[in-house]
Structures are given as structure tokens and as C-alpha cells.
């Protein structure tokens, strides 16, 4: 990498190298039928260069193919990307590796996905489910002319648990996510099948204000909103609705909302970004009270903040070589005021618990607006979920709704981001939301 710096550099004033080896592997069973194992492999090279005012970019697949100076100089030429400095920090070691997983061997994946299959023939051979597990290897390593070396291994086991309805859809779902083997309880399987069963009994809602308690994995569709508030290029175009309140309430006190790559065994958690910043945890909101944006080394100077180490090379929906660092959440944990699970559910007279929902990635995500169809909702009647609703929407914005939050659960489910994973929250229970019903 050192000599594929130095020769960039003979062509520009600034450069960075950046490489990655990506290895997975997928092992898919359904109702106890193998549906498929498949592998790859990826070595990727990325390097970004500054010359004068100007920066520029391109991707390789070898740290060989000195072709990539030559297109980074036509990107630099052609495309109007702003120069930003490279940092120098130090940095220090995450625990985001995991030797069990990185040792796994296909044969070992595949078991692993047959015994999670048969305990829920087991638990309910009527049924039909699907398992799949994903491991993940990556080796990332960055060298820059401000003198950043660094490297850092990262593993992944990502699960997805899953039941089918008669028509062939999802029913129910269950995700893990992380560097370390999960722990798969029966009682979540046995939680699962109770839901997919109450799915025969459907009921209708009409338009009304109910409590609503949204599940740990669902609660990724709300912090879509609440990380485009405090994302640093949103706050430094002055399209961010919180751009001027750091240091105001504008949440519950009853809840925190934290971004941490330094969580040991995270599911996103990294020793540095696709920048160089140092991993770090950083506390957006506590206690209902905005603390900090999200910054990238190219907004810190225009917001006078210090880089959180959050520029990473993807997009919404992609985790591409070729994407441009951006701000983006890492492991998000969401804390508060806690109870149990069964207590929450058990002390709401009529609400909705919400499983799954539509158009997460719709509406005015910046400005905190949603409007989402439930996919999967289960209606609350004196402390007990009584059926699955139908047909159903629920709208708001987040920074009314953020205010209700009454409580928050005792157990964590990684949240989803669309199509990726972005930390961990337990259930939180709103004291009221807007229902669109029949």
C-alpha cells in the first residue's frame, strides 16, 4: 500500500489508499431443506487524491493496477469534489473480531443453520420456517500522506429467522446481528410461532390515537429520521430541522440515543471510518436533550466540530467500494427508562404493537415526516395481543412522536435499516400515535 501511495503521489498533493478483503458466506434452510450455500470473495482498492482545491477518486481490484492514479486524475479533472484533509489520529483497538467466527468452516455454518431449523420443527412442525446465517470476514486497511497507517479484522454473524404464511409470505421474522456467535433462545422461537399463529385471527382499526409500541427491530424506521436530523451535511446545508438546538429537549427525558463503533462484538463496529477518524461513541441524545451531530472531516470545519467517525463508503442503499465516505449511523443503542417486555405490553389497555412496517424509506426523511404501511401489527386489549391488524398505516413526525415516549423495554433487538443493520434498541412504548385504519 506504501508503494501504491508513493507513486500517487507524484501526481498530486494529498492521496489516500484505502483496501478491503471482504469474504462471506450464506447457508439457507427452509422447513428443513437445504435452499442454497453460496461464497465470495472480493479484494477492493480505493484511493482519493487532492490536488489544489479539487479532490478525486477511483477503485481497483488489485493494489497492481496502477491504472487507478490515471482515473482518479480524470475524476479530480471532470468532477466537482471538494478537497478535504486527511487525518493522522491514533488509534485505538475494538474488539470487533471474533477467532470462533473467523475459524468457521462451511461444514460448521451449516449445521449451525439445521439446528436452529429443527427446533422450530419442534416447536411447530405445522409451520413452515426458514433459516438463514451469513458470516462475514473483513480485513480493512488505510494508509495516508499525513502519515495515518492502520488496519483493523472485523467478523459478522448476521441471522435471519423466518415464518411463512399459507399464502407464502413473511409472517414473522427474527434477526441477530454481530462478531460473535448469537445466543438463539427457544423463547424467542416459541415467541415467533405465537405470533404467527395470532396471524389467523385478523382485526381492523379505525382512524385513532392509540398508544403504540414499536419493536426493537422496527424501531430502525424511526431513527432513519432522527439520524437525518443530526447528520452533519444536512446541519452544515441548513436543511436540518435540530441544525440550531444543540443543548435543547427536544425528546423524552425518558430516552437516550447514542452512535457507538467502539461496542465490543457490534454488529457495525470498526477501529476506524473510511476516513481515518478513530472509532468513538457519541452521544446524540441524552436524556431527551440533543448533544451532538454526526460529523464528517469535511463538514468539522464548517460546523467548528471535531470528525465523529462516522464517514463510511456507502449510500442508503448500498455498501460499495465506489461510494464516497459519507455520514452514517454505526451501532446506534438506544437506552432509557426500562421495564420488562411482558410489563409494557401487559400494562396497555388499547394500543398496537408494531412488528414490521412499509416505506421506511419514504417521505420526508431529513425533516422527521413518516407515513408507513404495518406490514405486521398485532392489536393490544387489556394487557394481551388479541390479533394481527389489517390494513393499517401509521403517520408523524418524529419530533412529535419522540416526546411521548413513555418507557422502554429490557431486551435488545438489532434494528434495521432498510437493508442493512444499524445497532441495537430495545421496544419502545409511545403514550400515543396516529393510526390510519380502514
Do not use: W
Request: aromatic share 6%.
Amino acid at each position: 500500500m506504501k508503494t501504491l501511495l508513493e507513486k500517487v503521489l507524484r501526481v498530486c498533493d494529498h492521496a489516500e489508499v484505502y483496501s478491503r478483503v471482504v469474504f462471506s458466506t450464506s447457508v439457507s434452510v427452509q422447513s428443513g431443506e437445504m435452499q442454497g450455500i453460496e461464497s465470495e470473495k472480493k479484494t477492493e482498492v480505493a484511493i482519493r487524491i487532492v490536488k489544489g482545491d479539487k479532490m478525486g477518486a477511483a477503485v481497483a481490484t488489485s493494489l497492481e493496477d496502477e491504472s487507478i492514479i490515471e482515473r482518479a486524475m480524470v475524476s479530480l479533472e471532470n468532477q466537482k469534489s471538494e478537497a478535504v484533509e486527511f487525518p493522522n489520529e491514533k488509534v485505538k483497538d475494538v474488539n470487533c473480531s471474533s477467532d470462533v467466527v473467523r475459524n468457521m468452516t462451511t461444514q460448521q455454518l451449516v449445521k449451525l443453520t439445521f439446528d436452529v431449523s429443527d427446533r422450530l420443527k419442534v416447536i411447530a412442525s405445522d409451520i413452515t420456517s426458514g433459516v438463514e446465517f451469513i458470516k462475514t470476514v473483513k480485513e480493512v486497511k488505510m494508509v495516508n500522506s499525513s502519515g495515518f497507517e492502520s488496519e483493523y479484522d472485523y467478523t459478522n454473524i448476521a441471522v435471519q429467522i423466518y415464518t411463512l404464511n399459507e399464502q407464502g409470505f413473511y409472517s414473522t421474522t427474527k434477526e441477530y446481528s454481530g462478531s460473535d456467535l448469537p445466543l438463539i433462545k427457544d423463547e424467542h422461537l416459541e415467541k415467533m410461532i405465537e405470533l404467527h399463529r395470532l396471524g389467523n385471527q385478523m382485526v381492523t382499526l379505525e382512524n385513532e390515537k392509540m398508544p403504540v409500541v414499536f419493536s426493537g427491530n422496527v424501531m430502525g424506521s424511526l431513527m432513519l429520521r432522527v439520524l437525518g436530523g443530526v447528520n452533519g451535511g444536512n446541519v452544515s446545508k441548513g436543511i436540518s430541522p435540530v441544525g440550531d438546538k444543540l443543548g435543547k429537549k427536544l425528546f423524552s427525558e425518558k430516552i437516550t440515543i447514542r452512535d457507538d463503533a467502539t461496542m465490543p462484538l457490534g454488529c457495525n463496529s470498526f477501529a476506524f471510518d473510511d476516513e481515518g477518524t478513530p472509532a468513538q461513541n457519541t452521544v446524540i441524545y441524552e436524556n431527551g436533550v440533543l448533544k451532538s451531530f454526526l460529523v464528517s472531516c469535511g463538514q468539522s470545519k464548517k460546523l467548528g466540530m471535531k470528525p465523529t467517525g462516522n464517514a463510511q463508503k456507502r449510500t442508503l442503499f448500498s455498501k460499495e467500494i465506489e461510494d464516497a465516505p459519507s455520514v452514517f449511523d454505526t451501532n446506534i443503542i438506544i437506552e432509557g427508562h426500562s421495564i420488562s417486555d411482558e410489563a409494557i405490553i401487559g400494562g396497555i389497555k388499547r394500543g398496537l404493537f408494531i412488528t414490521g412496517v412499509m416505506g421506511a424509506h419514504t417521505g420526508n426523511i431529513n425533516q422527521g415526516d413518516f407515513s408507513m404501511n404495518i406490514s405486521s401489527g398485532f392489536l393490544i386489549e387489556n394487557g394481551k395481543l388479541v390479533g394481527k391488524v389489517k390494513g393499517a398505516m401509521i403517520a408523524g413526525n418524529i419530533y412529535d412522536l419522540f416526546q411521548k415516549v413513555e418507557v422502554i423495554g429490557s431486551e435488545k433487538e438489532v434494528m434495521r435499516s432498510i437493508f442493512y443493520t444499524m445497532g441495537y434498541s430495545p421496544m419502545v412504548l409511545f403514550s400515543e400515535a396516529n393510526i390510519v385504519g380502514k
